[in-house]
């Protein structure tokens, strides 16, 4: 028998956007989830590997630490695609969770 301890549990009704952007023939789809759940951070997964990352709007300023948490590799991509994203990503500021009873 395992024992653990709960750390949260929490539901809450999430604001998701899906966006996609075609850059010199490469293409790159995103789901973005803004939460309370991530102190005014979104959660951006890239839909074509799953990998996912948690994102400042003010880390779109920073192309080289970007690059390492997108995983695109191509430096005039990722300038343009964080470009595209400052145009259609919201800032966001965390709200205390707006809980769900099941």
């Known amino acids: 028998m395992s024992i653990y301890r709960e750390l949260y549990n929490v539901s ?3 604001d998701v956007q899906f966006t996609g952007v075609d850059i010199a023939g490469d293409r790159y789809d995103f789901a973005i989830l803004y939460t309370s759940m991530f102190y005014g951070k ?9 990998r996912q990352t948690l994102l400042e709007y003010e880390h779109l300023d920073d ?4 690059s390492g948490m997108l995983h695109v590799d191509d430096e005039e991509d990722m300038e343009i695609l964080a470009s595209f994203l400052k145009e259609v990503m919201r800032p966001h500021t965390a709200r205390p969770p707006a809980t769900v009873t099941r």
């Not at 192309?63 to 970007?66: A, T, V």
């Open 63 to 66: 192309i080289s630490n970007l």
């Open 12 to 14: 809450e009704k999430a």
């Open 42 to 50: 979104s959660l951006v997964i890239c839909m074509h590997t799953g």
